[in-house]
């Protein structure tokens, strides 16, 4: 069955996607397949202006666990790693009882930029 307004979301991510790859291929055009790793990182952890989150916070209920923060700990990873197993997931099962309200109001927000 074909839905005209996920077509337009698809094709709206195909053309977000396409303008990603531009930045991160070297001048080859050739090595994009061995980039697109990164640009979809990057899609899913940048916040995006009509929603005020990231496609990952959205998804998961957290902010994704970025490289750079295993080699030099945020504070969140040295919160998250000095607490006990069941510290962490009683946090865990809090932030995915929270998610719910997030995407709604991340729904909310999105309505707002649209009109």
């Known amino acids: 069955m074909y839905y005209a ?3 337009g979301l698809g094709e709206a991510f195909n053309k977000t996607l396409c303008n990603l790859l531009k ?3 070297a001048k080859s ?3 994009w397949h061995e980039r697109i790793g990164k ?4 899609y899913r952890t940048i916040v ?3 929603t005020q989150a990231s496609p990952c916070a959205l998804v998961y209920g957290v902010e994704a666990v970025l490289p750079l923060e295993q080699q030099i700990p945020s504070l969140r990873i040295a919160i998250q790693e000095g607490l006990i197993e069941e510290e962490n997931a009683q946090i865990r099962f809090e ?3 929270a998610l ?3 995407r709604l109001k991340a729904q909310k927000r999105l309505e707002c930029y649209q009109a």
Do not use: I
């Open 5 to 7: 307004a996920a077509n």
């Open 23 to 25: 930045k991160v291929v």
């Open 29 to 31: 055009k050739c090595d």
């Open 39 to 42: 640009a979809l990182w990057a």
């Open 48 to 50: 995006r202006t009509p």
């Open 95 to 97: 932030e995915l009882e």
């Open 100 to 102: 719910d309200e997030k």
